[in-house]
């Protein structure tokens, strides 16, 4: 078959290695003119690194990853509050890692080699299914026919409006906004350790990386239109953290001049279905836990892995074989996905305190968080995954 998808991220690309790898004709189209960079780090297990042991990336991964030893929690002047081991929570070293969303992109498109066609600079402005195939006319100009559309293009996914309706009707708005940005020469750097700063309606944090970048991340309740160019954004940072403590003014001070900077709203997206005719849709488009999840990005390779390998089992090219496949996806993943989101929602206090009492019970907590049975009480239903992926035919494994 040939199957458009639309977005390069990560799911994207996913989807399209497994695909090929089935046998099927596979085109990208990505709107960014170039793959992206930036956006924020993201802690990396469960399913989304048996995908990822599937597709032999892992070792690249490891290359450009990071496996953290302490979270380290501190106060408005600096003194640590708390102190733990990031492998408490997830039970294992071996089998988890932190990396830019943006590195794991790259290393996953990578691993496609020139199987797939890709198209910058473009995407999706009209379908037209008429149950045979998808007539895609672009952005550009240009008409193609494809036998299925997936669409991996994120949060404001283009293909979910096309098909199914506007953003509104799927989108949750979790009352926080999210920022991440890289300098270069931080005037200070602490080694494998993420530095948490929180107070009322913030948190604030710092990473270093190699070659003497840092990474500063905020996240902070905000309600009101969230601005959509860099100028408004920084404002809008400012305005909300001018009179924080800790390094804050220094990391807004750096802000102007960095690279990568990346901005958008704390949302999540549900879907009553995951699929319409011949079109369906993955990853953050149909299933976006949000940030607060810490694991958008696996759960979206291990969707795009699944609908790869449904779509692989049962021929879709003709007549309902697609809606099976279709259909089989939503159902092995749907209550997966509504636990990681029902879980993400009980987070906003760990990112943002919206009150002293909420701040107290978070430090309270991140004190007792060495302790495993405190962490998997406290994170269970957030870190643990509870999936069996299906085989895919070319593999003849049951993992």
């Given at each position: 078959?040939?199957?458009?998808?639309?977005?390069?991220?990560?799911?994207?690309?996913?989807?399209?290695?497994?695909?090929?790898?089935?046998?099927?004709?596979?085109?990208?189209?990505?709107?960014?003119?170039?793959?992206r960079?930036?956006?924020?780090?993201?802690?990396f297990?469960?399913?989304?690194?048996?995908?990822?042991?599937?597709?032999g990336?892992?070792?690249?991964?490891?290359?450009?990853?990071?496996?953290?030893?302490?979270?380290?929690?501190?106060?408005?002047d600096?003194?640590?509050?708390?102190?733990?081991?990031?492998?408490?929570?997830?039970?294992?070293?071996?089998?988890?890692?932190?990396?830019?969303?943006?590195?794991?992109?790259?290393v996953?498109?990578?691993?496609l080699?020139?199987?797939?066609?890709?198209?910058?600079?473009?995407?999706?402005?009209?379908?037209?299914?008429d149950?045979e195939?998808?007539?895609?006319?672009?952005?550009?100009?240009?008409?193609?026919?494809?036998?299925?559309?997936?669409?991996?293009d994120?949060?404001?996914?283009?293909?979910?409006?096309?098909?199914?309706?506007?953003?509104e009707?799927?989108?949750?708005?979790?009352?926080?906004?999210?920022?991440?940005?890289?300098?270069?020469?931080?005037?200070?750097?602490?080694e494998?350790?993420a530095?948490?700063?929180?107070?009322?309606?913030?948190?604030?944090?710092?990473?270093?990386?190699?070659?003497?970048?840092?990474?500063?991340?905020?996240s902070?309740?905000?309600?009101?239109?969230?601005?959509?160019?860099?100028?408004?954004?920084?404002?809008?940072?400012?305005?909300?953290?001018?009179?924080?403590?800790?390094?804050?003014?220094?990391?807004?001070?750096?802000?102007?001049?960095?690279?990568?900077?990346?901005?958008?709203?704390?949302?999540?997206?549900?879907?009553?279905?995951?699929?319409?005719?011949?079109?369906?849709?993955?990853?953050?488009?149909?299933?976006?836990?949000?940030?607060l999840?810490?694991?958008?990005?696996?759960?979206a390779?291990?969707?795009?892995?699944?609908?790869?390998?449904?779509l692989?089992?049962?021929?879709?090219?003709?007549?309902?074989?697609?809606?099976?496949?279709?259909?089989?996806?939503?159902?092995?993943?749907?209550?997966?996905?509504?636990?990681?989101?029902?879980?993400?929602?009980?987070?906003?206090?760990?990112?943002?305190?919206?009150?002293?009492?909420q701040?107290?019970?978070?430090?309270?907590?991140?004190?007792?968080?060495?302790?495993?049975?405190?962490?998997?009480?406290?994170?269970?239903?957030?870190?643990h995954?509870?999936?069996?992926l299906?085989?895919?035919?070319?593999?003849?494994?049951?993992?």
């Amino acid at each position: 078959m040939k199957i458009l998808v639309v977005g390069a991220g990560l799911a994207g690309p996913t989807a399209a290695f497994w695909l090929i790898k089935g046998g099927h004709e596979v085109t990208i189209v990505e709107h960014a003119p170039e793959l992206r960079s930036g956006g924020y780090l993201i802690d990396f297990w469960g399913a989304g690194f048996d995908v990822a042991e599937r597709m032999g990336i892992v070792p690249e991964l490891r290359e450009r990853g990071y496996v953290f030893t302490e979270a380290r929690v501190i106060n408005r002047d600096g003194r640590k509050v708390a102190s733990f081991n990031p492998a408490v929570i997830i039970e294992s070293n071996d089998r988890y890692l932190t990396i830019a969303r943006s590195d794991l992109s790259a290393v996953i498109y990578d691993a496609l080699g020139r199987a797939a066609e890709l198209l910058l600079g473009d995407t999706a402005q009209h379908l037209d299914d008429d149950g045979e195939r998808v007539r895609v006319t672009f952005e550009g100009g240009s008409i193609r026919d494809f036998d299925l559309v997936i669409g991996a293009d994120g949060l404001h996914s283009r293909v979910r409006k096309l098909a199914f309706g506007p953003q509104e009707q799927y989108e949750t708005y979790l009352g926080m906004v999210v920022a991440a940005f890289e300098v270069e020469r931080y005037p200070k750097r602490d080694e494998l350790v993420a530095m948490m700063y929180a107070d009322i309606g913030f948190q604030a944090l710092r990473l270093s990386f190699r070659d003497d970048t840092t990474l500063v991340l905020f996240s902070l309740r905000y309600e009101g239109d969230v601005p959509l160019d860099r100028a408004g954004q920084e404002a809008l940072l400012r305005a909300k953290l001018t009179d924080a403590g800790w390094e804050v003014p220094t990391m807004l001070a750096l802000m102007s001049s960095s690279r990568n900077f990346y901005f958008d709203s704390v949302s999540q997206i549900q879907m009553p279905s995951w699929s319409t005719g011949r079109v369906a849709l993955v990853g953050d488009a149909v299933a976006c836990p949000s940030f607060l999840a810490g694991q958008g990005s696996a759960l979206a390779m291990v969707e795009a892995y699944t609908l790869a390998a449904e779509l692989v089992t049962t021929p879709a090219g003709t007549g309902d074989g697609h809606r099976q496949a279709f259909a089989r996806y939503q159902e092995r993943l749907e209550s997966l996905l509504r636990s990681k989101q029902d879980a993400a929602r009980g987070l906003g206090l760990a990112f943002a305190p919206k009150n002293r009492r909420q701040l107290f019970v978070r430090n309270a907590v991140m004190r007792m968080m060495g302790l495993p049975k405190v962490a998997d009480l406290v994170m269970g239903r957030s870190f643990h995954d509870r999936v069996e992926l299906p085989s895919f035919p070319e593999l003849n494994t049951g993992r």
